[in-house]
């Protein structure tokens, strides 16, 4: 069993940066792939940025290319994501999520077998 806690989620302004942390335990997840999703209100959960459990591969929504970064520090069990240039359409609750061996689809819901409660992201002036 894996458990997923999110953090590092607040009020910024627009321009402004954020980074979430997203802290796993129960067991090492040294070979899960790992995505962050995000839904806002009214609006269905979508993909933001998934890491191969390799930390070799990347992947990113097409609306936050080239604004955040996903990583993981394997050692500390800790999957980030680094988000600059904030937009207020970014505001959403964020959620982290895990998919163990064997692999699906980076971009698709139903391929992360395990989530996090989720942190708020408000981006207002």
């Known amino acids: 069993q894996v458990q997923l806690v999110e953090s590092g989620g607040g009020l910024v302004q627009p321009g402004g940066s954020l980074r979430l942390s997203c802290a796993a335990s129960g067991r090492t997840f040294s070979d899960y792939n790992m995505g962050w999703f995000r839904q806002a209100p009214g609006k269905e959960r979508e993909f933001v940025a998934a890491i191969s459990w390799i930390g070799g591969i990347n992947d990113y929504a097409d609306s936050v290319k080239g604004r955040f970064t996903i990583s993981r520090d394997s050692a500390k069990n800790t999957v980030y994501l680094q988000m600059n240039s904030l937009k207020p359409e970014d505001t959403a609750v964020y959620y982290c999520?895990?998919?163990?061996?064997?692999?699906?689809?980076?971009?698709?819901?139903?391929?992360?077998?395990?989530w996090g409660q989720g942190t708020q992201v408000t981006v207002s002036s």
């Open positions: 999520a895990a998919d163990p061996p064997p692999y699906g689809s980076r971009r698709s819901l139903a391929t992360y077998y395990y």
